[in-house]
């Protein structure tokens, strides 16, 4: 055979192996630790109240805040400094802050955690004030860390003689690394070697699959399903064994569960969000708008000349009524794309389809879980 043609037959079979791989694509999956989590392996929250000196006159006004005065007051006592009575304290450089942040899974005394500072005051903007020590607390009312630092406050503002202009939020602000932990959170983490795994949201097929994929890969009966949410896991004994264990059952890779068909509606922003499984069955919709439109208009009447009559002025309202057209129109989508596609072909705001998809999941035409939000 020429060489001519053995290039050419080589360049035909590499052609159609890239077209077959095209047309098959790769096999979606998802990693373990993306569905599940590990029983007891979760965050904490925190939370503190405290103060921030060093504003440039944008703190509190004791006058309605007078929980400020207060703090302040305290404060000055525990360091040995007694007001004199009748004192009038009016700081504008003080504001009164929620110190707020997450403490990770296995943080250990010592270590530094990022904490967000909002003002619950009328304080105007904390940008460069200093937030003073403050306790952080858990659900259990134990301390659980110490937060102090500088603020760092993403915007900036400026008002003089009337004018004001702002950009960005400027009562609140966060500290990288501004608390350190106190205290750690003691986590039973393969008690009698055995660990549980939680679906991030109850799935049987999810469930099953990462039986089947954790079985496959450490030998049967090492994970067995409880429920529709909950994995049970036998793990080694030895502490190092164990975490190299969940680390390789985390790095599992299985194929992806047709997600369950819904519709997310946002009743108060007329969002509308639906997933790539939510269907629409062969329906007709009658869509038209009902708008009315209410003007009122001053109307001056004047006496005659010569006359003792004075002038008066009324209100003169008008009303129009304004209704569009609602033709029929058939939509079925197979597809998220037809779907979407459909409806933009009756010509539906955001707020329109609230109404219309409410009506088609009551007609039955809608294949998808409608929630609203």
């Not at 005065?69 to 802050?97: D, F, H, W, Y």
């Not at 097929?205 to 890969?217: C, D, G, H, L, P």
């Not at 707020?351 to 007609?363: C, F, G, R, V």
Request: include cysteine.
């Amino acid at each position: 055979m020429p060489y001519a043609e053995i290039v050419k037959k080589v360049h035909l079979i590499l052609a159609l192996v890239w077209l077959g791989c095209c047309v098959i694509g790769p096999a979606q999956a998802e990693r373990v630790k993306d569905l599940a989590s590990i029983q007891g392996v979760r965050t904490n929250q925190l939370i503190g109240y405290g103060l921030v000196v060093g504003l440039d006159g944008t703190g509190d006004q004791t006058i309605q805040t007078p929980f400020t005065v207060q703090s302040i007051t305290s404060m000055l006592m525990e360091m040995g400094i007694n007001l004199p009575p009748g004192t009038n304290l009016r700081l504008r450089n003080v504001a009164a802050v929620m110190v707020t942040a997450t403490l990770p899974a296995f943080a250990q005394p010592g270590q530094l955690i990022d904490v967000t500072v909002s003002s619950m005051g009328n304080a105007r903007s904390l940008r460069g004030g200093t937030l003073l020590m403050t306790p952080l607390k858990g659900a259990n009312g134990q301390v659980y860390g110490m937060a102090q630092g500088n603020l760092l406050v993403g915007g900036f503002g400026a008002a003089a003689s009337g004018s004001q202009v702002q950009v960005n939020h400027l009562s609140v602000g966060r500290i990288t690394g501004g608390a350190t932990v106190e205290r750690a959170v003691p986590v039973a983490l393969g008690q009698d070697n055995i660990v549980r795994l939680e679906l991030n949201s109850t799935d049987f097929s999810n469930t099953k699959r990462i039986v089947e994929a954790i079985n496959a890969r450490f030998g049967a009966g090492v994970a067995a399903a409880l429920d529709g949410r909950a994995i049970q896991v036998r793990t080694p004994e030895g502490s190092d064994q164990r975490v190299a264990f969940l680390a390789d059952v985390e790095s599992l890779n299985i194929s992806r569960a047709e997600g369950q068909a819904k519709v997310i509606v946002n009743s108060r922003t007329g969002s509308v969000v639906m997933n790539h499984a939510a269907t629409v069955e062969a329906c007709a919709i009658a869509h038209g708008n009902l708008s009315v439109i209410i003007s009122t208009e001053p109307v001056i009447s004047q006496p005659g000349p010569f006359s003792s009559g004075q002038t008066v002025q009324a209100q003169r309202s008008t009303i129009e009524i304004k209704q569009e057209s609602g033709m029929l129109t058939m939509v079925e989508g197979a597809s998220l794309a037809e779907v979407v596609k459909a409806l933009n072909a009756i010509g539906a705001t955001p707020q329109d389809l609230l109404s219309i998809l409410q009506a088609m999941k009551s007609a039955g035409a809608l294949r998808a879980d409608l929630e609203i939000i």
